[in-house]
């Protein structure tokens, strides 16, 4: 069964450095997004992204985060200068048939700035 | 602020029997609704979904949507001990495909 996949799965990264986090959606889904999880707290919406653009953004997602899809199977997250909050689990969710319906997750990064 | 509203529990229950998790969310336009599970450590992975008012079945699993009182359900019938895990109820805000997730029902099954 497809699957969305992850990499890495775990990182670790000074405060200010950037990092790029990388997700391969379900090979014909056509809408994604990405989450975060801060440890203990709900999961939070980040961005979604749809026709090369993106549809939607939370106020998390200020201008240290940007989203790419550099090429047909990749999409990534780029956080540009890390804070010690940034530390989440970030998840990566496609689907096929539009923002309505069901959305797939991917196993996630775990992200720590020290 | 859209919120999404469940008791954190912990709900523990026996072996065999059924548990009923709950979930209330704020905003009426919501269109659609999803019961995700996730094990400790691991990503949210979908139980049910739910669009219509009613019931809807899957296995052991059973799903309640009432939009009149905005609040959504989820029964699992002969509780496993696997099925321990914390339940997210999650709604769609339709905008942009955001999906506002409650804090999450922990379950505890015991043989």
């Known amino acids: 069964e497809p699957e969305v996949t992850q990499t890495p799965s775990h990182q670790v990264t000074q405060m200010g450095q950037e990092v790029i986090l990388r997700c391969v959606p379900i090979?014909?889904?056509?809408?994604f997004y990405w989450y975060r999880q801060i440890l203990g707290q709900k999961v939070e919406f980040l961005v979604s992204?749809?026709?090369?653009?993106?549809?939607?953004k939370s106020e998390i997602f200020d201008d240290q985060f940007s989203v790419e899809r550099p090429d047909g199977s990749n999409f990534t997250l780029k956080i540009r200068s890390t804070k010690l909050e940034d530390s989440a689990m970030y998840f990566c969710?496609?689907?096929?048939?539009?923002?309505?319906?069901?959305?797939?997750f991917g196993p996630g990064t775990r992200l720590l700035v020290l | 602020q859209k919120e999404v509203e469940q008791n954190s529990g912990p709900l523990s229950v026996p072996e065999g029997a059924i548990a009923s998790l709950n979930c209330t969310y704020s905003?009426?336009?919501?269109?659609?609704f999803f019961w995700y599970r996730q094990y400790s450590g691991k990503s949210p992975e979908l139980i049910m979904s739910?669009?219509?008012?009613g019931d809807k079945e899957d296995g052991r699993f059973t799903a309640q949507l009432n939009k009149a009182s905005q609040y959504v359900s989820l029964l699992i019938r002969d509780s496993q001990p696997s099925d321990s895990a914390t339940y997210l109820c999650a709604v769609n805000s339709l905008q942009g495909g955001k999906l506002i997730f409650g804090q999450g029902t922990e379950l505890s099954v015991k043989p």
């Open positions: 992204f749809y026709n090369n653009e993106i549809s939607e």
């Open positions: 090979s014909n889904h056509l809408y």
């Open positions: 969710a496609s689907n096929d048939q539009g923002f309505r319906e069901t959305q797939y």
């Open positions: 905003d009426r336009v919501s269109q659609s």
């Open positions: 739910i669009y219509s008012n």
